[in-house]
């Protein structure tokens, strides 16, 4: 798709309080009178850094230093295609002017939901509102157990929480999430179950999470929007799939080689990026990940790390 569609640099820019500048299309444009973040056409044979280096310049007058980046995006309007190659900007000189007649605000993060954007926006908002950690609860010996580990976690700035536990009684199940999720709404964290619809129904978790049976055996959301849905993926066309039954995130697995399951084969860092880069939705990394791969994640494209081992035995 992407040599059939525009590509575009999207730069996400964030200042010294936290705030992200937004600005407004004109309503002449395509998708005219909604906010966007700014940034422009990559030209032929430009990298995306220094096309975004250029749009910024040209449209907010600031000088771009080091980027990172946030997300990859593929949507189709009804008459227009769109690659957007999303980088956080937080290295900038200048002070950002509509310099094309286009308003510009300074937003705090939480309020972006309160702005009308462009549905292709909508992923860099989820990927905006996502940790780049993702903890799976791994052994526990009680439900203080369970609990003290989870608060350990969150006392280390983990902000999702998976909670998976086969073995357990449905109404167990049930009484531990209702506990973990008082954890995690006090510490501003989300929390998550892997578990099916209707155990998921009569509990206050945030969302839910599919393994890869449940993704397969599912041909539509499972929940509201008003809850989370991530899925458990280990090929392209599953994620696909997640993708088309309206998953907000999912995990794609395994990266590398793992104790869990010695002699599967792993995916890899190239072929890792190579996948996600199809997919409009942030994509965690998960399989022999560490604290200390984030980094490394980010950089080919993954949203962060998943993690049941290293991040909940820490």
């Not at 993704?215 to 539509?220: D, F, G, N, V």
């Not at 792993?266 to 880069?277: C, H, P, R």
Request: hydrophobic share 40%.
């Amino acid at each position: 798709m992407i040599d059939k569609a525009v590509h575009v640099a999207v730069g996400v820019i964030k200042n010294a309080d936290g705030e992200i500048l937004i600005a407004k299309r004109p309503d002449h444009l395509h998708q005219g009178g909604l906010w966007e973040f700014p940034g422009g056409k990559v030209d032929e044979g430009e990298s995306v850094h220094d096309a975004l280096v250029r749009e910024l310049a040209e449209e907010l007058g600031i000088g771009v230093g080091q980027t990172s980046a946030l997300i990859t995006i593929r949507h189709a309007y009804e008459d227009k295609q769109v690659y957007l190659d999303v980088h956080l900007v937080s290295d900038f000189s200048g002070r950002p002017v509509g310099n094309e007649g286009q308003e510009v605000l300074w937003v705090e993060q939480k309020d972006l939901v309160n702005y009308n954007f462009p549905e292709a926006n909508e992923p860099i908002l989820m990927a905006l509102n996502l940790p780049d950690q993702y903890l799976i609860t791994g052994k526990f010996d009680s439900f203080a157990d369970c609990e003290s580990k989870a608060k350990a976690a969150l006392t280390r700035g983990i902000r999702l929480i998976q909670l998976r536990e086969k073995e357990m009684l449905s109404d167990e199940f049930i009484q531990l999430a209702n506990r973990l999720h008082t954890l995690t709404s006090k510490n501003n964290a989300l929390l998550l179950l892997n578990t099916s619809v209707d155990v998921f129904r009569k509990t206050n978790a945030d969302g839910i999470h599919f393994t890869g049976q449940r993704l397969r055996e599912c041909q539509q959301r499972p929940v509201s929007e008003e809850k989370f849905f991530s899925a458990s993926t280990h090929t392209l066309e599953e994620l696909k799939h997640a993708v088309n039954i309206g998953a907000d995130f999912a995990m794609l697995s395994p990266v590398l080689p793992t104790n869990s399951h010695p002699g599967e084969p792993a995916i890899g860092w190239e072929e890792f990026e190579k996948i996600v880069s199809q997919i409009s939705i942030p994509v965690y990394a998960l399989g022999g990940m560490e604290p200390g791969m984030v980094e490394v994640a980010r950089t080919h494209g993954a949203q962060g790390i998943a993690a049941i081992t290293a991040l909940w035995e820490s």
